[in-house]
Nanobody
Framework: EVQLVESGGGWVLPGGSLRLSCAAS????????MFWVRQAPGKGLEWVST????????EYADPVKGRFIISRDNAENMLNLRMDSLTPEDTALYYC????????RGQGTQVTVST
């Protein structure tokens, strides 16, 4: 059974940073491209970032490009998302997922950016 458990969310001031993590199990993590998606209050799921199975290729949505960095540790089955220069528009429930649409995702971790 695929299990994805996100952690690391919280409240942060605008301009601050957070590091999200996702512990994966139940599938061959090292052979699977991974994704971060998010859902802001009252909105649908939004793709944030992709990393290839070996971690050599990454891709970012325009709103987060240059501020977020996705990474993975295949030895530990962990996916990470470093988020810098956060703005209130980044407030959302963040999920790791095994597909870009977020169909197969974890329970999420809340990120709140406000003064």
């Amino acid at each position: 059974e695929v299990q994805l458990v996100e952690s690391g969310g919280g409240w942060v001031l605008p301009g601050g940073s957070l590091r999200l993590s996702c512990a994966a199990s139940g599938f061959t993590f090292s052979s699977t491209a991974m994704f971060w998606v998010r859902q802001a209050p009252g909105k649908g799921l939004e793709w944030v970032s992709t990393i290839s199975a070996a971690g050599r290729f990454t891709e970012y949505a325009d709103p987060v490009k240059g501020r977020f960095i996705i990474s993975r540790d295949n030895a530990e089955n962990m996916l990470n998302l470093r988020m810098d220069s956060l703005t209130p528009e980044d407030t959302a429930l963040y999920y790791c997922a095994t597909d870009r649409r977020g169909t197969n995702r974890g329970q999420g971790t809340q990120v709140t950016v406000s003064t």
